[in-house]
Nanobody
Framework: QVQLVESGGGLVQPGGSLRLSCAAS????????ITWFRQAPGKEHEGVSC????????YYADSVKGRFTISQDNAKNTVYLQMNGLKSENTAVYYC???????????????????WGQGTQVIVSS
C-alpha cells in the first residue's frame, strides 16, 4: 500500500523550532518529488517546500526561505522539514505529498500530487 505518514507537529512558542517527518511506505522516494504543503483554517493549500525528483533541487516558498530546510534520508525513505523561527502565521496542518511528474516551475500546484499524507498539526502560539 502506497502511503505517506507525517509526524512531528505540535504546539510551539513563536521563535521556536519543530522538525516534521514524512515517512513513505509501499514505494521508494528515489523517483518522486516530495513537497510539504500547509493549510491554515479557511485557506487553500500552500506549497511550503519541495525536493524534486531527479536532481533533488530544493524549492521554498518566499515566506519560509532562510527559516525552513527540507532534506531527505533515502535509507529511511523519509523526508524532513526543519522549521526554525516559527511565527504565528505558520500555524496550519502540514501535509507531505508525492508525485513522479517533473515539478520544475510548478512544484506548488497541489493537483500534480497523487499521494498525500494525513497531515500533522502545527500550532505556533504563546
Amino acid at each position: 500500500q502506497v502511503q505517506l505518514v507525517e509526524s512531528g507537529g505540535g504546539l510551539v512558542q513563536p521563535g521556536g523550532s519543530l522538525r516534521l517527518s514524512c515517512a513513505a511506505s509501499g514505494f521508494t522516494l528515489d523517483y518522486y518529488a516530495i513537497t510539504w504543503f500547509r493549510q491554515a483554517p479557511g485557506k487553500e493549500h500552500e506549497g511550503v517546500s519541495c525536493i524534486s525528483n531527479g536532481d533533488s533541487t530544493l524549492y521554498y516558498a518566499d515566506s519560509v526561505k532562510g527559516r525552513f530546510t527540507i532534506s531527505q534520508d533515502n535509507a529511511k525513505n523519509t523526508v524532513y522539514l526543519q522549521m526554525n523561527g516559527l511565527k504565528s502565521e505558520n500555524t496550519a496542518v502540514y501535509y507531505c505529498a508525492a508525485t513522479r511528474q517533473n515539478v520544475e516551475g510548478t512544484w506548488y500546484y497541489d493537483e500534480l500530487y497523487s499521494v498525500w499524507g494525513q497531515g500533522t498539526q502545527v500550532i505556533v502560539s504563546s
